[in-house]
């Protein structure tokens, strides 16, 4: 059973446009939420992460928003760029063990120049 | 480089044989985390070390699969009688857990292919 779930599987967004990749969980334990990019044939690099005591957190052109009562969360990317292609994974943690993650299945980002 | 290191990158094994890989992680992080990522999903949890203490293993860590930290520094993961369900990206990854916490950084995995 997964405890994070993620959509869309994959996105297209034409350069300079918004992109937005939702996540849910169910575990009310879960402390820790950060957002990973992946490019192929590497490891997850963090990309920003929130707490749950805050609703929006904002570095450069990487929003997460988080929704603590409907327990979801969701990563933008304004400004989309070429560069940014690469496949993103939301995770959460539980407060005991925060980088012990469970991980969405993944989204898979295509941005067109 | 200062990164966590894994190695090899790529290992391709016949069925049956046993494999093991070697996580390094950055010098001074005293927690180790194992995952596990096949194609098109996200990494999973197998197991996670306090310095030279597993303190937690996941159900997805069948008998046939050991780690072993010896004295806090790198790590190995075994695979014993490999099967091809095993077919996977292994992913090690280490963080700071202290007075000051950090996030955990990974390495860029070993892929293992089993025929």
């Known amino acids: 059973q997964q405890q994070v779930k993620q959509s869309p599987q994959s996105l297209i967004v034409q350069k300079g446009g918004i992109s937005i990749i939702n996540c849910a969980y169910e575990n009310t334990a879960f402390d820790y939420f950060p957002w990973y990019q992946q490019f192929p044939g590497k490891g997850p690099a963090l990309l920003i992460a929130?707490?749950?005591?805050?609703s929006e957190k904002k570095e450069g052109r990487f929003t997460i928003s988080f929704n603590k009562s409907a327990k979801q969360f969701s990563l933008h990317i304004m400004d989309s760029q070429p560069g940014d292609s690469a496949t993103y994974f939301c995770?959460?943690?539980?407060?005991?063990?925060?980088?012990?993650?469970?991980f969405g299945s993944g989204t898979k980002l295509n941005v067109k120049p | 480089d200062t990164g966590v290191s894994q190695d090899p990158r790529h290992k391709i094994t016949k069925r049956g044989q046993n494999v093991t890989f070697r996580c390094d992680p950055i010098?001074?992080?005293?927690?180790l985390y194992w995952y596990r990522q096949t194609l098109g999903q996200g990494p999973e949890f197998l197991t996670y070390?306090?310095?030279?203490?597993?303190?937690?293993k996941s159900r997805l860590l069948s008998d046939r699969f050991s780690a072993e930290r010896p004295k806090g520094s790198f790590s190995t993961l075994e695979i014993q009688r490999t099967e091809q369900g095993d077919s996977a990206m292994y992913l090690c990854?280490?963080?700071?857990?202290?007075?000051?916490?950090?996030?955990?950084?990974f390495g860029q995995g070993t892929r293992l292919t089993v025929v």
């Open positions: 070390f306090q310095n030279e203490a597993q303190l937690e």
């Open positions: 995770a959460a943690s539980p407060s005991y063990n925060f980088n012990k993650f469970y």
């Open positions: 990854a280490s963080s700071l857990r202290g007075q000051i916490n950090t996030e955990a950084f």
């Open positions: 010098s001074e992080h005293n927690r």
């Open positions: 929130i707490r749950p005591d805050v």
